[in-house]
């Protein structure tokens, strides 16, 4: 038999159940909104500076010589040619991140002055401190370079599907400016800025040749490079673009999957190599807590420490040019 205190137990659970949902549904829906205007929001002030950043390129290209800007982008090379500051700084801007080469190397001073004091202090040894101090000094540039290889991923996903949408509206009547534009405007970044940069400098009057030369110099990715090289072709030989569009962003879509292919038959060499290469240090670490008096014996040997630490740089060299490669 059902008594009362059944139901007004069964009740309060319902009670609590129900108010603990829709509050959750009320803080779900809040945080949504939040999460919504902010990203408009952001979208607003990466188009602001994206066309802050196609007028200085256009007056930039306005002030330079056409035939010498021409010249430039066909040239293979154009690294070879750049001082180390402005290769810095193409990779911040490849990397989306507002920061110069004096910041930088500010950076990696600040952490290895502070690593290296850390070191001292615990070892009393200024040759481990200089030690410790030379490699973690290079953390700010290998942080560039991983957003820089994250966001070119991005950019290579994001561009078979925004090739499609190109062509969608080519057949809809458009031109391909317009077409930069609703790109811009359609996607997330990064490639959505970097099609609204290649529009705002066209919108100010850069011509549509230079704009996409641009977009081939900064990014630098082959898929890039290969679709303005077809709309520069196409420019002179004419066709059609729609039909081209499509086939290049198939072309693009296979290259992507062979990666992916690629990364998954290698993956248990990259995991080979992270393990081989973690396990001196956890070992140590490890005879640190069994036998410290043993391990502390391998710091009078600073020459052995150099040796292995040559040797793994050596072997994790290797172990990349096996698994990396290009096709």
């Given at each position: 038999?059902?008594?009362?205190?059944?139901?007004?137990?069964?009740?309060?659970?319902?009670?609590?159940?129900?108010?603990?949902?829709?509050?959750?549904?009320?803080?779900?829906?809040?945080?949504?909104?939040?999460?919504?205007?902010?990203?408009?929001?952001?979208?607003?002030?990466?188009?602001?500076?994206?066309?802050?950043?196609?007028?200085?390129?256009?007056?930039?290209?306005?002030?330079?010589?056409?035939?010498?800007?021409?010249?430039?982008?066909?040239?293979?090379?154009?690294?070879?040619?750049?001082?180390?500051?402005?290769?810095?700084?193409?990779?911040?801007?490849?990397?989306?991140?507002?920061?110069?080469?004096?910041?930088?190397?500010?950076?990696?001073?600040?952490?290895?002055?502070?690593?290296?004091?850390?070191?001292?202090?615990?070892t009393r040894n200024v040759a481990y401190a200089v030690g410790i101090a030379i490699p973690i000094s290079m953390l700010p540039f290998l942080y560039v370079a991983y957003r820089?290889?994250?966001?070119?991923?991005?950019?290579?996903?994001?561009?078979?599907?925004?090739?499609?949408?190109?062509?969608?509206?080519?057949?809809?009547?458009?031109?391909?400016?317009?077409?930069?534009?609703?790109?811009?405007?359609?996607?997330?970044?990064?490639?959505?800025?970097?099609?609204?940069?290649?529009?705002?400098?066209?919108?100010?009057?850069?011509?549509?040749?230079?704009?996409l030369r641009d977009l081939s110099r900064r990014t630098r990715i082959l898929e890039i490079q290969i679709f303005v090289m077809a709309l520069m072709v196409h420019r002179q030989t004419g066709g059609n673009l729609t039909e081209l569009l499509d086939r290049l962003a198939d072309l693009i879509r296979k290259r992507y999957r062979m990666r992916g292919k690629i990364r998954s038959l290698t993956a248990e060499g990259r995991l080979q190599a992270v393990i081989l290469l973690a396990l001196p240090v956890f070992m140590y670490i490890l005879l640190l807590v069994i036998s410290r008096e043993y391990a502390l014996e391998l710091l009078n040997h600073p020459g052995l420490i150099a040796g292995a630490l040559v040797m793994m740089g050596l072997g994790a060299l290797w172990i990349r040019k096996i698994v990396n490669f290009d096709f």
């Open positions: 038999m059902i008594t009362t205190n059944t139901i007004l137990t069964g009740l309060t659970f319902l009670a609590v159940f129900f108010g603990v949902f829709g509050f959750n549904l009320l803080v779900s829906d809040v945080l949504e909104r939040s999460r919504k205007r902010r990203l408009k929001e952001l979208e607003s002030e990466m188009l602001a500076r994206q066309k802050v950043r196609a007028r200085d390129t256009v007056q930039a290209f306005n002030s330079a010589s056409l035939g010498k800007l021409v010249q430039e982008a066909e040239m293979d090379q154009l690294n070879e040619r750049q001082t180390m500051a402005e290769r810095l700084e193409a990779m911040c801007d490849r990397a989306d991140l507002h920061c110069s080469p004096v910041i930088l190397f500010a950076s990696g001073a600040a952490i290895s002055a502070t690593g290296a004091a850390v070191v001292y202090i615990l820089q290889h994250k966001r070119t991923e991005m950019l290579r996903s994001q561009l078979p599907d925004s090739l499609e949408l190109m062509s969608r509206v080519l057949r809809a009547g458009q031109t391909i400016t317009q077409a930069m534009k609703v790109i811009s405007t359609e996607f997330h970044a990064p490639i959505a800025s970097e099609f609204a940069l290649c529009y705002e400098q066209q919108n100010l009057g850069l011509s549509a040749e230079m704009a």
